[in-house]
């Protein structure tokens, strides 16, 4: 058990997904579940088989356990699932704690208002970045990015941030198991990786142009995560018509460095303790100013942290191990 422990506290998340200590049976189901993306989302046993690469005799009783355990509803008229309640109840849960979700929101929406363009805040599952928040230009055009949608790791500008953030090892570990998903994308993001890795040691981002849409250029910054022990992203999307690769760089750079670095600072004080951000205790305030100064403090944050500490993550300005 303690081995284990520490293996946990040692690897990423790509490196997990190879490892023969994980239950397979459990790993399927969170697979399952994952082909929800939309609360509305109604799925049958082949539909779910296609889009998660499992049998469709597994998925059959993957969908009967998980329905009698109220994570899936089946729906007799359309001979399909849904999200069932506990699966709704535990996500909720999860957000109870809403101050540090608004702040990052409000200082996303400022961005917004500013560039024309979709903000988002993004968190790691898999092969996948899901938009923790987001915020979005009036006149935005384009960009369809809502809280809680999934962009591909392999085919946007906040993925291959994220990848180029990863220790070398672990950044493998990924790729490696991510072509055996999405072979047709994959060898984009190994292609570019040490690319990547060189523009965010030298410039604290990274950009691409065309990369998730023809229409489409991003720019995005890791940062890490006490909290969920791996990197989250910040990143902005944009129409290429509007910003190109250079306009991105100095004219949206600047104002996504100051962003994460707020948007860093608000991470690293909810996870000691400052903020309510899940259930369980939390350090209650005395004064309402003590939120004020809390937030104040935000703003006043400089650029985003270096990509690395001692637990091993890998330091910008510094080449990969």
């Known amino acids: 058990m303690?081995?284990?422990?520490?293996?946990?506290?040692?690897?990423?998340?790509?490196?997990?997904?190879?490892e023969g200590d994980v239950i397979q049976v459990v790993s399927r189901a969170f697979d399952v579940l994952r082909c929800f993306e939309g609360a509305d989302a109604r799925l049958g046993n082949l539909e779910i088989s296609n889009r998660c690469g499992l049998p469709r005799s597994t998925v059959s009783r993957l969908t009967h356990t998980l329905t009698r355990m109220g994570?899936?509803?089946?729906?007799?008229r359309d001979q399909k699932y849904r999200i069932g309640p506990s699966a709704v109840a535990m996500s909720t849960a999860m957000m109870r704690g809403l101050q540090l979700r608004n702040l990052i929101r409000t200082r996303l929406q400022e961005v917004a208002d500013q560039i024309p363009g979709t903000i988002g805040f993004l968190i790691p599952d898999r092969f996948h970045l899901v938009y923790f928040e987001y915020a979005r230009a009036p006149h935005a055009l384009g960009l369809h990015s809502?809280?809680?949608?999934?962009?591909?790791?392999?085919?946007?500008?906040?993925?291959?941030?994220?990848?180029?953030?990863?220790?070398e090892d672990t950044a493998n570990a990924l790729l490696t198991e991510m072509e055996r998903e999405f072979p047709e994308h994959t060898p984009l993001l190994r292609s570019r990786l040490e690319a990547n890795r060189t523009m965010l040691r030298e410039r604290g981002y990274v950009a691409?142009?065309?990369?998730?849409?023809?229409?489409?250029?991003?720019?995005?910054?890791?940062?890490?995560?006490?909290?969920?022990q791996t990197y989250v992203v910040v990143n902005?999307?944009?129409?290429?018509?509007?910003?190109?690769?250079?306009?991105?760089?100095?004219?949206?750079?600047?104002?996504?460095?100051?962003?994460?670095?707020?948007?860093?600072?608000?991470v690293q004080n909810a996870d000691s303790g400052l903020i309510a951000v899940g259930p369980g205790p939390t350090r209650k305030t005395n004064r309402?100013?003590?939120?004020?100064?809390l937030e104040a403090g935000a703003r006043r944050a400089g650029p985003a942290r270096d990509l690395g500490a001692a637990d091993g993550r890998r330091r910008q300005g510094q080449a990969p191990a």
Do not use: K
Not at 150 to 167: D, F, P, S, V
Not at 288 to 293: G, K
């Open 71 to 76: 994570q899936l509803v089946y729906l007799p």
């Open 236 to 266: 902005i999307g944009l129409l290429s018509a509007m910003y190109d690769e250079q306009r991105m760089h100095d004219e949206v750079a600047p104002v996504l460095l100051r962003l994460s670095g707020t948007i860093d600072a608000l």
């Open 208 to 228: 691409s142009c065309g990369l998730f849409s023809p229409h489409i250029n991003g720019i995005a910054v890791p940062m890490w995560s006490p909290q969920y």
């Open 146 to 167: 809502t809280t809680g949608s999934r962009i591909a790791i392999a085919r946007t500008a906040g993925g291959h941030a994220y990848a180029a953030a990863l220790e």
């Open 288 to 293: 309402p100013e003590e939120a004020n100064d």
């Open 2 to 18: 303690g081995r284990r422990s520490e293996r946990l506290c040692r690897q990423g998340v790509g490196e997990l997904a190879g």
